[in-house]
T-cell receptor, first 116, second 114 residues
Framework: DAGVIQSPRHEVTEMGQEVTLRCKPI?????LFWYRQTMMRGLELLIY????????DSGMPEDRFSAKMPNASFSTLKIQPSEPRDSAVYFC??????????????FGPGTRLLVL | AQTVTQSQPEMSVQEAETVTLSCTYD???????LFWYKQPPSRQMILVIR??????QNATENRFSVNFQKAAKSFSLKISDSQLGDAAMYFC???????????FGKGMKLTVNP
């Protein structure tokens, strides 16, 4: 089975430009998560969706960040305008919908973003 | 808010030896789950092992086992017969019962020496 797919794997852009990161979750998974990893702050949850609906976006740093999930097999994380401090590795993860207990999150390979 | 602390930023171990990675967490909840994830140089986050707080028995997965001390809020990972492929960043993570949110520690870099 294909795992979580993220694109692009690397992105270099200039400050002020729009950046769009893409994620395809594992088929059949109904929960999708976006994380950001930096040296200073470690791995942080930005937002997550259940059944394509955003549930918690309290981790989104500011209005420059937005995320969408138009269907069960695709999500985007957009930064507009981008700033150098947005440079990080962005991970997408998916899991089966949690009914009770917990469900393991499976991570994609990440997108390394560098904003110059 | 729950926090996860990995106090050792780096460790090293000789191949075939055993190493223990420490993790402590802070929570007032009784229902939660704990995880260890591995991040090799490829950056992929890979689940190593997980533990339900209500289970007294420590989880094991082949060469990986945990020492879960609920009262002490400690969740250490033991790697037996260390292999070169175990070299990676290791992250401890906490998930509160009833929530999908994972809270990660800052990670620890493990080096395996041949």
């Amino acid at each position: 089975d294909a795992g979580v797919i993220q694109s692009p794997r690397h992105e270099v852009t200039e400050m002020g430009q729009e950046v769009t990161l893409r994620c395809k979750p594992i088929s059949g998974h109904n929960s999708l998560f976006w994380y950001r990893q930096t040296m200073m702050r470690g791995l942080e949850l930005l937002i997550y969706f259940n059944n394509n609906v955003p549930i918690d976006d309290s981790g989104m740093p500011e209005d420059r960040f937005s995320a969408k999930m138009p269907n069960a097999s695709f999500s985007t994380l957009k930064i507009q305008p981008s700033e150098p401090r947005d440079s990080a590795v962005y991970f997408c993860a998916s899991s089966p919908l949690r009914v009770q207990g917990f469900e393991t999150q499976y991570f994609g390979p990440g997108t390394r973003l560098l904003v110059l | 808010a729950q926090t996860v602390t990995q106090s050792q930023p780096e460790m090293s171990v000789q191949e075939a030896e055993t190493v223990t990675l420490s993790c402590t967490y802070d929570t007032s909840e009784s229902d939660y789950y704990l995880f260890w994830y591995k991040q090799p140089p490829s950056r992929q986050m890979i689940l190593v092992i997980r533990q339900e707080a209500y289970k007294q028995q420590n989880a094991t997965e082949n060469r990986f086992s945990v020492n879960f001390q609920k009262a002490a809020k400690s969740f250490s990972l033991k790697i037996s017969d260390s292999q070169l492929g175990d070299a990676a960043m290791y992250f401890c993570a906490y998930q509160q019962g009833g929530s999908e949110k994972l809270v990660f520690g800052k990670g620890m870099k493990l080096t395996v020496n041949p």
